[in-house]
């Protein structure tokens, strides 16, 4: 009995010992997750050689020092230090009110290209805290803008999944493009259609075409363009 109850308190004392290690772990990771002010984000942007360089995406701040060629003054990505500019990831808009971290108006693909870049960065560079604003609350927990933001991402990357499958059915032209010849599309097994793409819509908020391999017996289906200039039956078409 004696050795049983030893074993008991040993072991109890063992979970016990294992709960405050795991608390204690979670209290210092909590605390290592800084929350910054705009206006404190703002100090780090590179110009005083005495603090990190620090960026943040979607309200997640990262330390690119490391990085100092690209991200500090006069490097090519400076634009990105001392703030969230989320939407110039995707705009390419690095001035003005293109430096923002409003993502209104952006495709579910765009979405999902700015949340590829924030992936970037976990997995590049130190994430060091959060951005109090439009992502993270002053307790640091997720807005409805994060929620948001990630879920039409989610929605875009299932779309462009969709989109491939469906186009990997009707096999893509092939291209070549100079200078001094311009663009020609053939296929050697059928024959250059231009179709619409369904789903681009949905994933950039714009129609678009590509240009597909048919065989002789589909060129009848409805929504197929024959290129301008290019005979019916011609399997090279110039562009």
Not at 96 to 101: A, I, K, P, S
Not at 179 to 203: S, T
Request: charged share 25%; glycine share 12%.
């Amino acid at each position: 009995m004696a050795s049983s109850a030893q074993k008991f308190i040993t072991s109890s004392f063992f979970g016990l010992t294992l709960i405050v290690a795991f608390m204690a772990f979670l209290l210092k990771f909590k605390s290592s997750q800084k929350l910054f002010s705009a206006e404190e984000l703002s100090l780090h942007n590179g110009t005083d050689e005495s603090l990190p360089i620090l960026l943040g995406i979607l309200g997640s701040v990262f330390d690119v020092t490391k990085g100092k060629s690209h991200y500090g003054v006069g490097g090519g990505y400076h634009h990105f230090a001392g703030r969230d500019a989320s939407r110039a990831f995707v705009s390419g808009n690095f001035t003005g009110d293109g430096l923002t971290d409003s993502l209104r108006g952006l495709s579910s693909t765009e979405v999902h290209s700015v949340v590829g870049w924030r992936d970037f960065y976990f997995k590049s560079y130190k994430f060091v805290g959060k951005l109090v604003g439009r992502y993270y609350d002053s307790q640091g927990n997720p807005t409805k803008y994060l929620k948001g933001a990630e879920a039409k991402a989610a929605r875009g990357a299932q779309l462009m999944e969709k989109q491939k499958e469906m186009e990997a059915k009707q096999p893509s032209c092939s291209s070549r493009w100079s200078q001094d010849d311009g663009g020609e599309v053939w296929c050697d097994n059928g024959f250059p259609r231009l179709v619409q793409r369904p789903l681009e819509i949905a994933l950039t908020g714009k129609m678009s075409r590509r240009c597909a391999c048919y065989s002789e017996d589909q060129l009848g289906q409805p929504g197929l363009e024959v290129y301008s200039g290019c005979d019916y039956l011609a399997k090279r078409c110039r562009v």
